[in-house]
């Protein structure tokens, strides 16, 4: 069984930074891509940010470029995402996503609200 545990979320005003960390209980084999997703009510879950494990080649959304980055250490078992800048219009649920084949491995979930 695998399980992936987030942290790092919380309240924070705009303007200001937060990370957040995914690391996953146990080995996890093929490991393609790691990224960030999130969810705001009414909207569809969209992704934030991702990272190949091989090359380590990045993708952001447009409205997060240059205020986000993505990262991983050298064991990539641990994916990070440092939000900086922050704005009302980031607050939202993130998860975390391990891209394997065959399978794509999800974390619970943590809210990330920016106040004005």
């Known amino acids: 069984q695998v399980q992936l545990v987030e942290s790092g979320g919380g309240l924070v005003q705009a303007g200001g930074s937060l990370r957040l960390s995914c690391a996953a209980s146990g080995s996890i084999w093929g490991i393609r891509a790691m990224g960030w997703y999130r969810q705001a009510p009414g909207n569809q879950r969209e992704l934030v940010a991702a990272i190949t494990t091989g090359a380590g080649s990045t993708n952001y959304a447009d409205s997060v470029k240059g205020r986000f980055t993505i990262s991983r250490d050298n064991a990539k078992t641990t994916v990070y995402l440092q939000m900086n800048s922050l704005k009302p219009e980031d607050t939202a649920v993130y998860y975390c996503?391990?891209?394997?084949?065959?399978?794509?491995?999800w974390g619970q979930g943590t809210q990330v609200t920016v106040s004005s």
């Open positions: 996503n391990y891209n394997t084949i065959p399978f794509n491995y």
